[in-house]
């Protein structure tokens, strides 16, 4: 096991456009989360799961976003008719904390 | 929720030169946590340090929990030290999704 692993590295796509982001976490670590980060900030909390529930969700997961992690261990964030404000680092872990190397989205 | 301040923003060094970043925090909390983000964006867990000193080589740590803040030592730093340094705490004292600071960036010069 090579650690968190994100998949694709970078994407670029139009507005509008949806979007789906893979996340394969450490294989004995049961507890997942997403993050965002944008330039020049601290990456911020979206969502987390423990094994396949999804416990907690942040309100700036709006409702275009959608995560899910179905057999608790791969999980997916999807995110739907995409804004240029979606442009950022999307970022996963899987705890105890241990990142991916992100997705960075970018929205033209 | 917990604010997380760090201090400073930005902090320029020749190789070879010591240093101190800072986390001030809002509440108690039970998780305290170092991280560096490289120039290529992955961030490496350095510390998890909720009261007490840890070492890890050059880099060291510290946290005064009564006091509310935790300090980040890089001795003899290196140009590979370069990069972004953040703090974070959990939102609420028994959550685990983390509240980040910031970040202090780190240019170490050869």
């Known amino acids: 096991d090579t650690g968190v692993s994100q998949n694709p590295r970078h994407k670029i796509t139009k507005r509008g456009q949806n979007v789906t982001f893979r996340c394969d976490p450490i294989s004995e670590h049961n507890r997942l989360y997403w993050y965002r980060q944008t330039l020049g900030q601290g990456p911020e909390f979206l969502t987390y799961f423990q094994n396949e529930a999804q416990l907690e969700k942040s309100r700036l997961l709006s409702d275009r976003f959608s995560a899910e992690r179905p057999k608790g261990s791969f999980s997916t964030l999807e995110i739907q008719r995409t804004e240029q404000g979606d442009s950022a680092m999307y970022l996963c872990?899987?705890?105890?904390?241990?990142f991916g190397s992100g997705t960075r989205l970018t929205v033209v | 929720g917990i604010q997380v301040e760090q201090s400073p923003p930005d902090l320029i060094l020749q190789e070879g030169a010591n240093s101190t970043l800072r986390c001030n925090f809002s509440?108690?909390?039970?998780?305290l946590q170092w991280f560096h983000q490289n120039p290529w964006g992955q961030l490496i867990n350095l510390f998890y340090?909720?009261?007490g000193t840890k070492q890890n080589g050059r880099l060291s740590a510290t946290t005064v929990a009564t006091e509310r803040y935790s300090l980040l030592y890089i001795s003899s730093s290196q140009t590979t030290d370069s990069g972004v340094y953040f703090c974070a705490a959990p939102k609420e004292t028994s959550g685990s999704r983390l509240t980040f600071g910031e970040g202090t960036q780190l240019t170490v010069n050869p």
């Open positions: 872990a899987s705890s105890p904390y241990t």
């Open positions: 509440d108690s909390v039970n998780n």
């Open positions: 340090i909720p009261s």
